[in-house]
C-alpha cells in the first residue's frame, strides 16, 4: 500500500509510533493541572462525561 504523503510526513508516524512503543510518551506531568486548576482525565473518562447522542456522533 503506498501513501501519498511527504516523507517528512511519514518518519513523524514512524518516530511516533516508535516512541510509544518504547514508553516515551507515559511521562507524567503537573502541567494540565497547572494551567486549568483542574486534575488531568484519561480520554476515556472524558468521552464517558460526554452525551454525543444529540450531536449526531456515530455509536
Known amino acids: 500500500m503506498q501513501f501519498k504523503a511527504p516523507q517528512f510526513e511519514l518518519d513523524g508516524w514512524v518516530s511516533s509510533y516508535s516512541a510509544i512503543a518504547v514508553g516515551e510518551f507515559e511521562v507524567l ?28 456522533a456515530v455509536h
Open 29 to 56: 506531568s503537573d502541567t494540565v493541572e497547572r494551567f486549568t486548576g483542574r486534575a488531568p482525565m484519561s480520554l476515556k473518562a472524558y468521552l464517558a462525561m460526554r452525551d454525543y447522542s444529540r450531536q449526531g
